[in-house]
């Protein structure tokens, strides 16, 4: 499990680090959907798949 969480903390970390610099050069908007988007769909993910 801790390297699940881990895992997950360093993916979100990379993806703002590569969305702000380098050649992709996203704004913070669209990191913060970006960002949002994950966590609604783990959200719904979630309720979806019962017990």
């Known amino acids: ?9 360093l993916s ?7 969305g702000k610099g380098g050649r992709v050069g996203c704004s913070s908007l ?3 959907m970006i960002t949002s ?3 609604v769909g783990f959200l719904c993910d979630t309720w979806m798949s019962g017990r």
């Open 30 to 32: 669209a990191l913060g």
């Open 12 to 18: 979100n970390a990379l993806l703002t680090l590569r």
């Open 37 to 39: 988007g994950y966590f």
């Open 1 to 9: 499990m801790a390297l699940l969480i881990l895992g997950n903390g």
